[in-house]
């Protein structure tokens, strides 16, 4: 792939341009993208131009950027979270009927638990998660399921830290959260009180494919003083469920 004067290959700069769009932050000027991807003025409304032309990024009426649906189309067309996600709804339908709380999956995307799905409830309790967000591994339900049945090179990785602190209830000693992983194994879940936010307990169970490997990780949010059996239950139902449909 030809590169620019300072060296970087066409697909590195598309790679730093998409990744300034997050969650939160949608829809950028031109010049916002250039100076957080850091490219030079002169190349980047020409750069830009070029994506919009070919549908991976969209200009609105204001001539703001955001992602193109091309792009989301592309992307989501043959990839194995696609998959993962249309085996999984019906069963998390099912969980978030019965809970009537927010219900999310996971998967262990470059040591973060990143969210594929999302179900939200009307008045369930508050809840951070996006779909294509991301949380820390040690810090979340999700991210402790996921880093529980990771691969020991990776649990090691993590927990050399830093493990931040996003409340006082988040496990920053990595004793204790070795005991928190061997704990998740021996339940075969997580409990999560407060710890990614002081109003709110995440459950999240491990999702297995036909051969037995954690491939996802299914949670729910319920508040923090809320009983925890139910939705448990619930869980191991959905993810009980999600494996047979993976292995069929
Ligand atoms: C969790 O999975 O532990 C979790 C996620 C989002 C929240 C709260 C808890 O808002």
Redesign the pocket.
């Known amino acids: 792939m030809a590169n620019s004067p300072t060296g970087d290959s066409v697909t590195e700069r598309l790679l730093r341009v998409l990744e300034t769009f997050t969650p939160t932050r949608t829809v950028q000027s031109a010049a916002e993208i250039g100076r957080r991807a850091g490219l030079p003025s002169s190349t980047v409304h020409r750069f830009i131009g070029e994506l919009v032309e070919t549908g991976l990024l969209e200009r609105d009426e204001d001539r703001r950027i955001r992602v193109g649906m091309r792009l989301w189309e592309l992307a989501t067309r043959s990839s194995a979270a696609l998959r993962l996600r249309q085996a999984a709804m019906p069963a998390m339908e099912r969980v978030q009927a019965a809970v009537g709380e927010h219900t999310q999956l996971a998967i262990l995307e470059q040591d973060e638990a990143l969210f594929l799905e999302r179900l939200s409830s009307r008045d369930a309790t508050?809840?951070?998660?996006r779909i294509a967000g991301r949380?820390p591994l040690h810090a979340?339900?999700?991210g402790l399921v996921l880093l529980a049945y990771a691969p020991p090179d990776l649990q090691e990785r993590v927990l050399a830290g830093p493990l931040h602190g996003l409340t006082r209830a988040t496990i920053t000693d990595p004793t204790a959260l070795r005991r928190k992983l061997a704990e998740v194994r021996r339940l075969g879940h997580a409990v999560?009180p407060g710890?990614?936010?002081d109003v709110?307990t995440?459950l999240?169970v491990p999702v297995r494919d036909a051969a037995g490997r954690c491939v996802a990780a299914l949670?729910v949010?319920v508040a923090r003083d809320a009983a925890v059996e139910a939705p448990l239950a619930a869980l191991h139902r959905a993810a009980r469920d999600i494996h047979s449909t993976l292995g069929a």
Do not use: F
């Open positions: 508050s809840n951070i998660t949380l979340s339900s999700s999560a710890s990614i936010e709110a995440g999240a949670s949010v």
